[in-house]
């Protein structure tokens, strides 16, 4: 059996691509495949493929790329597979409107092609605070919004990274079901540094709230001396410059490491090095791919209390130390609580860390199957998939 991926993918370190190179790496260790090709988005084609032994991967397609939607339906009548699977976001396709409109209307094309389609939707937008998001198009944002949804839901399935959206759209009529995020790798708990660091790690954009965090982190160097703050990803595409401006006016303040883009092989040394890591975001278009990697590899998290991150703790019986939304002091004061707490940080990790080890790469991968059958009976294919988990293998 044939699977074509359609996602973004790395070198480019986002959230929605990293996630569809580690479960399309999971999927193909499953080996339920006999092929899968990865038709992946990626601003540089400078591939980045060395773990999949599998696993076609054609960069064929860049983000605000005016033929991006040719491209893939041309790939696809060619390789006739027998399933997709689109990783989708609300930005996917580039950072205008029109791009990702235009992408969005892949899925229902991909259905009228008679191939049984399965897209994973991370953002709902139009449940947003699309004023904090900046979203484009002024008074039309909110129809930009629906349109969205509408279009990208347009699948044999829709799978959804956090149970509250799959309950949204299901009483909305979409077939659809959660499958949370989870680990990418085996769940290890690595041992706390001593160093006070904290570890902001996401694209860089206004509503992530660096800029609070970067006040908070000013009033605690007075009284933490010694603490130290990384700021690692890569620039939002939709906020050209932002990242530039901010780390020029934090021009000759101490302990701060700006670190860019970082590449996947040194993911995991970003959290070695932490202690806390803070999502301060003022504004969330979906789950947390960082929520689930502190976890993964136990380190303490700090976050606003925002819908969003509430629903993904109560959904994934995770604890997070939270915060109140645009609240410097309140953000500081909860960095600063848990640093001073040994016992209150190993209580969070020791129980996240529980939590993820029944999220993990296997578990999402056989979630994936069970969606991926659905999509051919729905479509009414003689092709199924054994679920069995002592063994799953072709039927």
Same mark, same amino acid.
């Given at each position: 059996?044939?699977?074509?991926?359609?996602?973004?993918?790395?070198?480019?370190?986002?959230?929605?691509?990293?996630?569809?190179?580690?479960?399309?790496?999971?999927?193909?260790?499953?080996?339920?495949?006999?092929?899968?090709?990865?038709?992946?988005?990626?601003?540089?084609?400078?591939?980045?493929?060395?773990?999949?032994?599998?696993?076609?991967?054609?960069?064929?397609?860049?983000?605000?790329?005016?033929?991006?939607?040719?491209?893939?339906?041309?790939?696809?009548?060619?390789?006739?597979?027998?399933?997709?699977?689109?990783?989708?976001?609300?930005?996917?396709?580039?950072?205008?409107?029109?791009?990702?409109?235009?992408?969005?209307?892949?899925?229902?094309?991909?259905?009228?092609?008679?191939? @049984?389609?399965?897209?994973?939707?991370? =953002?709902?937008? $139009? /449940?947003?605070?699309?004023?904090? *998001?900046?979203?484009?198009? &002024? #008074?039309?944002?909110?129809?930009?919004?629906?349109?969205?949804?509408?279009?990208?839901?347009?699948?044999?399935?829709?799978?959804?990274?956090?149970?509250?959206?799959?309950?949204?759209?299901?009483?909305?009529?979409?077939?659809?079901?959660?499958?949370?995020?989870?680990?990418?790798?085996? @769940?290890?708990?690595?041992?706390?540094? =001593?160093?006070? $660091? /904290?570890?902001?790690?996401?694209? *860089?954009?206004?509503?992530? &709230? #660096?800029?609070?965090?970067?006040?908070?982190?000013?009033?605690?160097?007075?009284?933490?001396?010694?603490?130290?703050?990384?700021?690692?990803?890569?620039?939002?595409?939709?906020?050209?410059?932002?990242?530039?401006?901010?780390?020029?006016?934090?021009?000759?303040?101490?302990?701060?490491?700006?670190?860019?883009?970082?590449?996947? =092989?040194?993911?995991?040394?970003?959290?070695?090095?932490?202690?806390?890591?803070?999502?301060?975001?003022?504004?969330?278009?979906?789950?947390?791919?960082?929520?689930?990697?502190?976890?993964?590899?136990?380190?303490?998290?700090?976050?606003?209390?925002?819908?969003?991150?509430?629903?993904?703790?109560?959904?994934?019986?995770?604890?997070?130390?939270?915060?109140?939304?645009?609240?410097?002091?309140?953000?500081?004061?909860?960095?600063?609580?848990?640093?001073?707490?040994?016992?209150?940080?190993?209580?969070?990790?020791?129980?996240?860390?529980?939590?993820?080890?029944?999220?993990?790469?296997?578990?999402?991968?056989?979630?994936?199957?069970?969606?991926?059958?659905?999509?051919?009976?729905?479509?009414?294919?003689?092709?199924?998939?054994?679920?069995?988990?002592?063994?799953?293998?072709?039927?």
């Amino acid at each position: 059996m044939h699977l074509t991926v359609v996602s973004p993918f790395p070198p480019t370190i986002t959230g929605i691509g990293q996630y569809g190179y580690h479960i399309t790496k999971a999927i193909e260790d499953s080996g339920v495949f006999s092929r899968i090709t990865v038709l992946a988005g990626a601003k540089t084609k400078n591939g980045h493929s060395s773990a999949f032994h599998q696993a076609e991967i054609d960069y064929c397609w860049q983000p605000d790329h005016l033929k991006t939607r040719s491209i893939i339906l041309s790939r696809l009548k060619r390789l006739k597979p027998d399933l997709v699977w689109l990783n989708l976001g609300a930005s996917v396709f580039g950072k205008s409107p029109l791009a990702n409109v235009a992408g969005m209307f892949i899925p229902m094309q991909i259905q009228q092609m008679g191939i @049984p389609t399965v897209v994973t939707l991370h =953002e709902l937008v $139009e /449940l947003a605070d699309l004023r904090r *998001l900046n979203a484009p198009g &002024g #008074l039309f944002a909110p129809a930009g919004a629906r349109l969205l949804t509408e279009l990208a839901t347009r699948a044999d399935h829709v799978c959804l990274t956090m149970q509250h959206y799959a309950d949204w759209l299901s009483n909305r009529g979409v077939d659809c079901t959660h499958i949370p995020i989870g680990s990418y790798q085996s @769940p290890e708990q690595i041992k706390e540094n =001593e160093q006070q $660091e /904290l570890l902001f790690f996401t694209t *860089l954009a206004p509503f992530k &709230g #660096l800029e609070l965090l970067l006040q908070a982190f000013k009033e605690l160097q007075r009284e933490i001396p010694q603490i130290t703050l990384s700021i690692a990803g890569a620039e939002h595409a939709r906020f050209p410059g932002y990242a530039k401006d901010l780390k020029a006016q934090c021009a000759g303040a101490t302990n701060i490491k700006w670190l860019g883009q970082v590449s996947e =092989e040194k993911v995991k040394d970003l959290f070695k090095h932490a202690k806390i890591v803070v999502l301060p975001y003022l504004a969330s278009t979906g789950s947390s791919s960082v929520l689930y990697q502190s976890a993964t590899w136990g380190r303490a998290v700090v976050a606003s209390n925002l819908s969003e991150h509430l629903h993904l703790a109560n959904e994934n019986n995770l604890k997070i130390e939270f915060f109140k939304n645009g609240n410097v002091q309140s953000l500081k004061e909860t960095i600063r609580n848990l640093l001073n707490s040994p016992g209150q940080r190993m209580s969070q990790i020791n129980h996240n860390f529980d939590s993820i080890k029944k999220l993990t790469p296997k578990e999402t991968s056989e979630h994936y199957i069970q969606a991926f059958n659905h999509a051919l009976e729905k479509c009414q294919s003689p092709k199924r998939i054994n679920t069995s988990r002592e063994e799953i293998r072709l039927a």
